[in-house]
């Protein structure tokens, strides 16, 4: 046993300080500070340029402009329209020379029409609060064209009390989903990104150290199997302390951030109202597709004596990974589908399309165990036939890159 904690040791530290982690990590981390003060640093540039929200506003009738302004006044946007007497050649020279952003023509000749004119087309910016300005300025208008009154108008535009209702015992309501959605996506990602990462270090590890000769050197004092799960633990013991180190840098960056968002973020994305159970069961997931997908990359990088042929032997597990994601993602927005119901049971799509479904829906507690107990025991079939497989193929040399080689290196285990 006290080998076994060398070697722990050994896959742990390694891999936390290498500079390739420490600068993914601080990178990460920084990023995640980054995005939840993007506003904080909009505004500090918005302060350094109080014309930036200045419309300007060409009209042939005050009175148009005078209807802009107090539309966007009840709007409360941050838009300032004001009237301008240049022409539009004059107007589009100063958009060009950066005097100016933008600018409106309104008109009006049996109805209302009107212009914006900006430096880019894209639909980021003011236009989509100006155009929703304009429209409703249009219906007023048209309300008093008409002999309508206020009640009248507002009778008009009320929206119908539409209410959907699942007959599923299993299903949300609408506000639960729109709720566990954003977290599940969330979680789905992390355990994407980890069953992704960390089983490759662990095939790369071990290629490493058979390149190197190293790997001689290891099993002539340790056996193969205990070499092969004190790799596991111990990588995987460092992916989840950098999982928990994003995490909490995560949630500190939305609730420091001192912004008007952070309580939308933590409303639209679930985090305000989470069951235990959901993160309980991320975890759960989370180790066991590691361990899944940990044992299949260490036996198969056990198989190459180069790291330049890790890629192209792991690319079978890496297309089982993007066919989970792809299932879990689209069952985001059809949780009860045929397709994601059965592939929640498959094991090697379990870590992400049945945490999806624990997720998105009520289920009940018989299907997330018996999905965790397929999964254990196809961890435990897998691990005996990897540790088989690992056995012999750290002392196969020379080229390896198909997975027939996997007979060769449990007939070499075998003789060991």
């Known amino acids: 046993m006290h080998s076994f904690w060398i070697i722990f040791k050994q896959a742990f530290l390694t891999k936390a300080k290498t500079k390739s982690f420490i600068i993914t990590t601080i990178l990460v981390v920084a990023s995640f500070f980054l995005l939840a003060n993007v506003s904080n640093i909009i505004a500090i540039f918005d302060e350094k340029q109080p014309d930036e929200n200045v ?40 958009i ?23 430096k880019s087309a894209s639909e980021l910016g003011s236009g989509n609060k100006i155009e929703e300005a304009v429209q409703a300025i249009h219906t007023a208008t048209t309300a008093e064209s008409l002999g309508l009154d206020n009640r009248q108008v507002n009778q008009l535009f009320m929206p119908v009390d539409f209410e959907r209702q699942a007959v599923s015992e299993s299903s949300k309501s609408q506000e639960e989903l729109s709720q566990a959605r954003g977290l599940v996506y ?3 990602m992390l355990i ?20 190197s000769r190293v790997m001689e050197i290891l099993i ?5 199997v205990k070499h092969m799960f004190a790799k596991i633990a111990g990588i995987g013991s460092l992916g989840i302390l950098q999982m928990l180190t994003f995490g909490t840098a995560g949630y500190l960056a939305i609730k420091t951030a001192g912004t008007n968002l952070t309580e939308g973020i933590f409303s639209v994305m679930g985090f305000s109202e989470v ?36 890629q192209q032997l792991m690319l079978p597990m890496m297309i089982l990974i993007i066919i989970a994601s792809l299932i879990a993602f689209s069952g985001i927005t059809i949780p009860e589908a045929g397709f994601v119901t059965v592939s929640s049971f498959i094991p090697f ?13 009520d289920l009940p507690l018989w299907e997330p165990l018996l999905s965790i107990a397929i999964m254990l025991v196809t961890i435990g079939i897998l691990g005996w036939f990897g540790a088989r497989i690992y056995r012999g193929g750290v002392l196969m040399y020379g080229s390896s890159q198909s997975l027939k080689d996997i007979r060769k290196a449990i007939r070499l285990g075998n003789k060991k």
Do not use: C
Request: glycine share 2%; hydrophobic share 50%; aromatic share 12%.
């Open 186 to 188: 969330v979680l789905i």
């Open 192 to 211: 994407y990104i980890a069953v992704i990462y960390y089983p490759n270090m662990i095939a790369m590890e071990v290629a490493t150290e058979k390149s």
């Open 55 to 94: 419309l300007h506003v060409w009209s042939e009738e005050i009175k148009l402009l005078e209807s802009l302004q107090v539309q966007l006044a009840l709007m409360e946007a941050d838009i300032e329209a004001v009237p301008t007497y240049l022409t539009e050649t004059e107007l589009q020279e100063s």
């Open 275 to 310: 069951k235990i159970s959901t993160f309980l069961f991320a975890i759960l997931f989370f180790l066991l597709g590691y361990f899944l997908y940990a044992v299949l990359a260490a036996l198969l990088g056990s198989l190459v004596s180069r790291t330049e042929d890790v």
């Open 96 to 118: 060009t020379e950066g005097t100016i952003d933008d600018y409106l023509v309104l008109t009006r000749n049996k109805q209302l029409a009107a212009r914006y004119v900006s």
């Open 220 to 224: 002539s004092s340790v056996s193969p």
């Open 349 to 361: 799509f379990a870590p992400l399309v049945m945490f999806l479904r624990v997720g998105m829906l």
